[in-house]
């Protein structure tokens, strides 16, 4: 294990495999990452962990898109994908609940956080961060709550933007929690961003392009981006994620 780690956001098997070719050592595993990133099935997750035992696997537990203030049918659906993910050998869980007013729903949190230690795994929280109301005092109930790692972009669109509040959570919070930076990292930025910030650990998708040309047939589009990729859906490149370990580690691709 190096001092850095760069974790891979994953929204499928094969990107899995591409993640673990180009030499990750950890990815968080969703499904429909058009929609932010969701839960990922079970098979998903078991064949991952078969035929890559030593890939760290963080499992994302997120019922439905837009925001993280759920219902308690929704939180249920949680708890239960939470226990089965664990069960299949999830390394950590990443998730994330707020109040109507973007404050920490604290109780749905400290249940979650219970399934996922008494297991003895990690509990990460995912970027509902960047949208909760006060990001000081939500971290400080964080690390109250016995959470491993927050990932967030510092309440900015991309992590590069937000770097001044991700090195202040990092100099305020960084022996007590892991900080781990995410949003529009990539080979060109990353050494950058955590060099500026003190951070060790960042989270890039190295999203690449594929065509699948039945996208759009008879005037019926499926279509998740526009222009000259209407036929494709993004993918991990294992070359991107080799090229940004290297840069991280400052070594020269080989």
Excluded at 116 to 128: Q, S, T
Excluded at 210 to 232: H, L, M, W
Aim: aromatic residues 6%; charged residues 25%; negative net charge.
């Amino acid at each position: 294990m190096t001092d850095k780690i760069v974790e891979i956001c994953c929204g499928s098997y094969e990107d899995a495999k591409q993640a673990a070719l180009g030499g990750a050592e950890r990815i968080e595993l969703n499904s429909a990452l058009m929609l932010g990133g969701l839960t990922p099935t079970e098979t998903t997750l078991r064949m991952v962990k078969e035929e890559f035992p030593d890939l760290k696997v963080v499992a994302m537990v997120r019922p439905r898109g837009a925001g993280f203030c759920y219902s308690e049918t929704e939180f249920q659906v949680m708890k239960r994908e939470c226990r089965e993910l664990l069960r299949c050998h999830a390394d950590g869980i990443a998730f994330g609940c707020l109040r109507e007013d973007a404050s920490l729903d604290e109780q749905k949190n400290r249940e979650l956080i219970g399934l996922i230690r008494d297991m003895g795994k990690e509990a990460v929280f995912h970027r509902a961060f960047d949208c909760s109301k006060d990001p000081f005092q939500v971290m400080e109930q964080l690390i109250d709550m016995g959470v491993n790692r927050v990932l967030t972009s510092g309440l900015e669109p991309k992590a590069f933007e937000g770097r001044e509040l991700i090195r202040k959570l990092q100099a305020d919070y960084g022996k007590d929690i892991q900080i781990l930076a995410g949003s529009g990292v990539n080979k060109d930025n990353a050494l950058t961003i955590m060099e500026y910030t003190g951070i060790s650990q960042v989270h890039s998708s190295c999203k690449a392009w594929a065509n699948d040309p039945t996208t759009v047939q008879n005037g019926i589009s499926y279509s998740i981006a526009s222009g000259e990729r209407k036929f494709c859906y993004d993918v991990v490149s294992a070359e991107l994620v080799k090229e940004l370990i290297c840069k991280v580690n400052g070594n020269v691709p080989g």
